[in-house]
Nanobody, 123 residues
Framework: VQLQASGGGLVQAGGSLRLSCAAS????????MGWFRQAPGKEREFVAA????????YYTDSVKGRFTISRDDAKNTVYLQMNSLKPEDTAVYYC?????????????????WGQGTQVTVPA
């Protein structure tokens, strides 16, 4: 599976962005899909993930109520709608995929990664 993330940019605090992750090579319909982020000097951290078995979604506490992950298997694309952005959301955002019925939150459990897209929210 090849993943291509896009949609990042510079946005003022309180603004919104929608990230997209387009998959190719295989259908993502049997893959758990996740979004992670990595800020300078920090480890890559879990942001959100979506199951392929159920409609369940998972979020890290700091983005609950502000971010929404969704998947469109017909388009082989996963989205991350980010609202009420804060300076602490500044990071490179990565999408990832793994062929598991569960939804891991650890980066090491994902097999496929996109190249990352930069999100910057100035203080």
């Amino acid at each position: 599976v090849q993943l291509q993330a896009s949609g990042g940019g510079l946005v003022q605090a309180g603004g919104s962005l929608r990230l997209s992750c387009a998959a190719s090579g295989r259908t993502i319909s049997t893959y758990a899909m996740g979004w992670f982020r990595q800020a300078p000097g920090k480890e890559r951290e879990f942001v959100a993930a979506a199951s392929w078995i159920s409609s369940r979604t998972y979020y890290t506490d700091s983005v609950k109520g502000r971010f929404t992950i969704s998947r469109d298997d017909a388009k082989n694309t996963v989205y991350l709608q980010m609202n009420s952005l804060k300076p602490e959301d500044t990071a490179v955002y990565y999408c990832a995929a793994v062929a598991l019925p569960t939804v891991p939150t650890e980066p090491r459990r994902y097999d496929y990664w996109g190249q990352g897209t930069q999100v910057t929210v100035p203080a």
